[in-house]
């Protein structure tokens, strides 16, 4: 399956080529959110994470669905 991501701020890749903020994965069929955030070696826990599919905000245990689009926002807090 295939599924876009958008990783925004710090969770963007930089490559030689510039900064990366969108990928196209595949992804075994029936793969869950936390698995894709496993599969991308993300440094930041998923605890401070915003995690959203198709727009909508998600759970670590969603399971995927072939031309999803996932959006992992890093939390903002402030004081």
């Given at each position: ?77 402030g004081g």
């Amino acid at each position: 399956m295939q599924v876009t991501v958008h990783l925004h701020t710090i969770l963007q890749r930089e490559t030689p080529d510039g900064t990366i903020g969108r990928l196209e994965m595949s992804l075994p069929d029936e793969s869950t959110l936390a698995e894709l955030i496993e599969h991308l070696e993300i440094p930041l826990s998923p605890d401070h994470m915003i995690l959203a599919v198709n727009r909508r905000m998600a759970e670590l245990d969603q399971v995927l669905k072939d031309g999803d689009t996932v959006n992992l926002m890093p939390a903002i807090s402030g004081g």
